[in-house]
């Protein structure tokens, strides 16, 4: 079918997103029907004035084999910034079944950053041969982006700046910016640099354009501006532009020359997947899992932590074996013992929780350890009290023994003592011995206030009930 007709009246105006967020239904539908009868003229129209996000959301929820399909139809009107919008699973299928020339042809028209983004998770060979495809100059550019490290400021960097030498005056500058080509979509602060490109210093364009034309750029030049080795890590960076409020920073290599720049949009998308990376790891989760993911690759991804899991569970069930004479006598303290056990785990799990986060956002240091350390106890203690009248007073109802409650309530607040001390203390242990805390911090804790938990129940119930 050729692209001559107009495209239905409702293609324009039916909403993108629901009342949800989601992506319109019945938008996928349409899109599915123009993919089926190759209607070129209707897929033009729905995305002309699509944002990336959208367009990303679009293909995530079209059918696997539609999405390339969606591309190749478009040809240049696809925008291929949306592929920095999927998650990488899908954007690994799509980039699979589309031809070098096209992914070529896609990634010339991105900012280098977005295009190291896509680029980056494709094998040697497929990514070799895309970079072929490119002219040189834009090949050396993309080349030199993916041979820094991964997860650090060069991989995340905009190549393209606006930089000028400092005895340049305002209307130069001005004039530069207005009539130069190869200028970025965006930029917020113009870059000075001496002759041979070592970064000197930054100028706000407020600043530049308030003004007077005669003036030099050396007048206006912020030398304590914060700029970022290109090898440093983006977490550390993201937390640079966290702490001092930046927009953007100048990105220097080891030389000190103005090698790129990062922005703040950059910026919001790594804190994004750092806290999603924290999230799932906390719960045992890889951090590479996505919605998209197969069966097989989310059961062997989790089978790890939950055999870990297995093996912690054993250890805690040693503990309830070692007692087993007492159980037998006083079936309560079976009813009872997990209670306190669970009721570790939770509280350690807060703790936990808040101390991992700390960590990863550079709260939790030398300076203020001990005061944190101290605050959990305390909280601990109190909260081991609060539980532990709640708890002894519940026991000895419903088992018609005081001495029952009065073990329950002394096992309750150790417990959580210890609770505290845990949350606190592993995910410090781990840090400092270079293991990420996110992902291993539940299953030590967890164990570790079971055992205490039915130990220290077991343990006092036996000395006070005379049950050995």
Do not use: C
């Not at 909403?15 to 239904?25: F, K, Q, T, V």
């Amino acid at each position: 079918m050729t692209d001559t007709h107009k495209a239905p009246e409702d293609t324009l105006e039916r909403p993108i997103r629901d009342e949800d967020g989601a992506i319109d239904a019945g938008l996928v539908e349409q899109v599915s029907q123009a993919l089926l009868l190759s209607d070129l003229t209707t897929l033009r129209a729905i995305v002309a004035d699509m944002h990336e996000a959208d367009l990303g959301a679009l293909l995530e929820a079209l059918d696997p084999e539609e999405r390339p399909r969606l591309i190749s139809l478009l040809g240049s009107d696809f925008d291929f910034t949306a592929l920095t919008e999927v998650d990488d699973t899908i954007r690994e299928e799509i980039l699979e079944e589309l031809s070098a020339e096209t992914v070529a042809e896609g990634v010339r028209d991105l900012d280098t950053d977005d295009a190291v983004y896509i680029l980056e998770d494709l094998d040697e060979a497929d990514k070799q041969e895309v970079l072929d495809k490119l002219p040189p100059a834009e090949r050396i550019i993309l080349q030199q982006g993916l041979d820094y490290p991964e997860d650090s400021a060069g991989r995340r960097m905009q190549s393209e700046v606006v930089a000028v030498p400092a005895f340049w005056t305002v209307g130069q500058t001005i004039d530069y910016l207005r009539e130069a080509a190869d200028m970025p979509e965006r930029f917020f602060e113009i870059f000075v640099a001496d002759p041979a490109h070592h970064f000197v210093g930054t100028v706000r364009l407020d600043r530049l354009l308030r003004t007077k034309r005669p003036v030099s750029v050396s007048e206006l030049v912020d030398e304590d501006s914060r700029a970022v080795k290109a090898t440093d890590d983006i977490e550390d960076v993201a937390r640079l532009f966290q702490r001092y409020n930046l927009i953007a920073a100048p990105v220097i290599d080891d030389a000190g020359r103005l090698v790129g720049v990062i922005t703040i949009d950059d910026i919001v998308d790594v804190i994004e997947e750092a806290a999603d990376d924290d999230v799932k790891q906390l719960g045992g989760v890889h951090a590479d899992e996505e919605l998209s993911d197969s069966v097989r690759e989310v059961a062997l991804g989790r089978f790890r932590w939950r055999f870990i899991s297995l093996i912690a569970a054993f250890v805690s069930a040693s503990v309830m074996a070692m007692f087993e004479a007492q159980l037998s006598k006083l079936v309560a303290l079976a009813v009872l013992a997990p209670i306190v056990a669970s009721q570790g785990g939770n509280a350690a799990t807060q703790t936990m929780t808040v101390a991992v986060r700390a960590l990863g956002t550079g709260d939790l240091g030398s300076w203020n350890m001990g005061r944190f350390f101290r605050r959990e106890m305390i909280v601990g203690l109190l909260n081991g009290v609060a539980f532990a009248a709640i708890t002894g007073v519940v026991a000895a109802v419903w088992f018609s023994s005081v001495m029952l409650g009065i073990v329950i309530s002394m096992a309750m607040v150790l417990t959580l003592i210890v609770a505290a001390l845990a949350g606190v203390a592993v995910p410090l242990a781990l840090d400092k011995a270079g293991i990420d805390p996110a992902i291993s911090s539940g299953t030590f804790v967890t164990t570790i206030t079971d055992v205490i938990g039915f130990f220290s129940f077991l343990g006092i119930a036996t000395m006070l009930l005379h049950l050995a």
